[in-house]
């Protein structure tokens, strides 16, 4: 197939720029600060206590939980309906509303931040599932690498423009003394959702309608997709580099989201750092990430995807042993660049080495259900490993060391993959 127009391409690419400040403010910087401000160290819910941080990451385990499940049954009515596009907006638009609703968000309503939160999620990541199963559609194999790295990259550009907005006026307030209290928090979550939604626009207005394949469901609709997932599954044994690949991905991707979504409480709790510092460790995250995507895009065509990967995860393992020794802003800031390095570049090679590696079909949507069902649940488990850890077994310093271990393993099971076939490929 050939590479669509420049305009779809940038249109595809435009949703990372919409979608990316609810990566950056609510589930990165803004609300991870505010809920650690406003929160008690024990938050009492459920008729227990919990650890603040903990409960934190609990809510972000639950919130993917709900989505490994329910993506099959999209992926799959979105897929046999050929309108990945539409289950793309009612995502878009659920998690929108939610970051909406997060402007409601007060010291009295623990429970409602934290719903509102985990409904964001869900809509995030349900409409990741479509966005991701357009690539193979739009662009050809010798262009996914920069195409994704395209996405990846606007998304980092955007996610920090609005951040600095959102920045410039949280800071006006308390350096003025304009005696808002938490209104511009609360309307940075606001403006999120209608960021979002604004210039989710653009993508749904040139992304064209996705394939239909010709074939109807085997089973009804709504547990089809479940169906799909272990065909998919019963199928790898004959594509053995596509299973090799998601078996190191879930490994080492695990401890990627973790960090992901976790490194602000990390911060919080272990070296006390302030709202203002905080934001910059993930200002410096995500400007530097632009620049990581593209180089390890470079890497890739200069070596090799597997190559790119295995370097990316050799300074992942490097950063949990940094972080586990940090003991100052200063040296947080370090390790903050050196995940901004890596982070767009081992997501964004992750995405274009999985969709190279498929086999030739029409239903990408199932394949990368699959991929992003791996994704899930691999966050559910190193979200939940994370809080356990942290509340149960000596506090977070612990927990960053038992992220190691997943890139670890996820480093030793890459070096079993091959990009191209071989005799037992």
């Known amino acids: 197939m050939q590479t669509a127009p420049r305009k779809v391409i940038n249109a595809w ?16 910087a803004i609300f991870p600060t505010y809920y650690t401000a406003i929160a008690p160290e024990q938050v009492r819910l459920f008729g227990r206590s919990f650890a603040r941080s903990s409960l934190a990451s609990y809510a972000i385990s639950l919130s ?12 799959s009515i979105a897929d046999y309906q050929g309108n990945k596009k539409a289950f793309m907006k009612f995502f878009c638009y659920l998690g929108s ?10 010291k009295d309503s623990i429970g409602l931040g934290l719903i509102c939160s985990i409904v964001a999620s869900v809509g995030y990541c349900g409409s990741i599932v479509f966005y991701n199963a357009y690539l193979p559609e739009i662009a050809s194999e010798p262009d996914q690498d920069r195409v994704s790295a395209k996405g990846f990259a606007l998304g980092y550009i955007g996610s920090v423009l609005q951040m600095i907005l959102c920045l410039a006026f949280i800071l006006a307030n308390t350096n003025f003394h304009w005696g808002l209290g938490t209104l511009p928090v ?14 989710a626009q653009l993508t749904f207005r040139l992304l064209p309608p996705s394939r239909r394949p010709e074939q ?18 019963n199928q790898l044994r004959h594509y053995v580099r596509l299973k090799r690949f998601l078996l190191s991905f ?8 973790t960090v992901m979504y976790l490194a602000a409480y ?9 709202s203002t510092q905080l934001i910059i460790t993930i200002l410096i995250i995500q400007v530097v990430a632009v620049f990581g995507a593209y180089l390890f895009s470079l890497i890739s065509q200069k070596t090799s995807n597997i190559f790119s990967l295995a370097v990316a995860i050799i300074i992942w393992i490097g950063v949990c042993i940094g972080a586990y020794f940090t003991r100052t802003v200063g040296q947080f800031y370090g390790v903050a660049f050196a995940v901004g390095m890596i982070m767009g570049g081992i997501q964004s090679m992750s995405r274009s080495t999985y969709s190279k590696l498929l086999p030739p079909t029409t239903d990408t949507a199932s394949y990368f259900s699959f991929f992003d ?3 899930k649940v691999g966050t559910v488990l190193g979200t939940l490993s994370f809080g356990y850890v942290g509340e149960f077994l000596g506090g977070m310093r612990n927990s960053v060391l038992a992220l190691m271990i997943f890139f670890i393993i996820g480093f030793i099971l890459l070096l079993f993959v091959r990009m191209k076939e071989g005799p037992a490929d």
């Open 250 to 257: 879930f490994f080492y991707n695990t401890g990627v989201q």
């Open 216 to 233: 109807r469901p085997d089973h009804n609709i709504l547990i089809n997709g479940f169906y799909e997932l272990g065909m998919v599954w």
């Open 373 to 375: 069902v791996c994704d």
């Open 97 to 106: 509303a939610a970051c909406v609703g997060l402007f409601f968000f007060t």
């Open 13 to 28: 690419a435009m949703y990372d720029w919409a979608n990316s400040s609810y990566s950056l403010i609510i589930t990165s």
């Open 266 to 274: 990390f911060a919080s709790d272990e070296l006390k750092m302030g």
């Open 64 to 75: 993917f939980l709900i989505i490994a499940v329910l993506s099959p049954i999209l992926s």
């Open 186 to 199: 609360r309307l940075s979550f606001l403006s999120v959702g209608i960021w979002w939604s604004g210039f």
